[in-house]
């Protein structure tokens, strides 16, 4: 089995368009360097490139993909190939960790720009995804969801922060206790 490297990486598929719209994914480089594959962020094959002998992938560069520009963000980790590890389309229970999650208190608004904006009482969740990436997901008081996102593990979702997602701007209070978990508030 060969190893691989992984960044973090932004892609869109709009390579021509002024405004495109990025989205998180995974960029591996198979061992012999020559291969690289784009994933989304569920880990999903969606587009791939064989790379001249001048190019090179690395932190901070751009490469374009047949289909799609991707920016590449910090190398994660060298690790065997998702496809080795990803059979049934859902991450490994070896990058899961626990698959803890928590959960704090929140006001949200839809009203990013406005000066005097209305909030709601909702509440933010982090569920631990894996060693490189979580996903943030944001409930109205019902507990339906109004977005998520992933968050790379360089950025930090606390109590008194506040945090962007699309269509909504959240202002995080305390922490909530979630059952049958163990809260942790150093992650």
Known sequence: MSIVKRWAVTYTKHLKQKRKVYQDGVLELC???????????CEKLIDSKFLKNDEVVECGRTVTLEAHLVDIGV????????????????????????GSQKEWNALYTT???QKAKKFHDGFLRLSVCGSYMD???LLNEEGVVLGSKYVKSSEFIKTGKTFELLNYLVEIFELRTVEGSKTNPEI
Do not use: M
């Open 75 to 98: 190398l994660e980790e060298s690790r065997a190939p998702l496809a080795d590890i990803n059979v049934t389309g859902v991450r490994s229970t070896e990058r899961h960790g626990a």
């Open 135 to 137: 996903q943030v997901t």
């Open 31 to 41: 061992g012999s360097g020559k291969k690289v594959l784009l994933y989304d962020d």
């Open 111 to 113: 009203q990013i720009t």
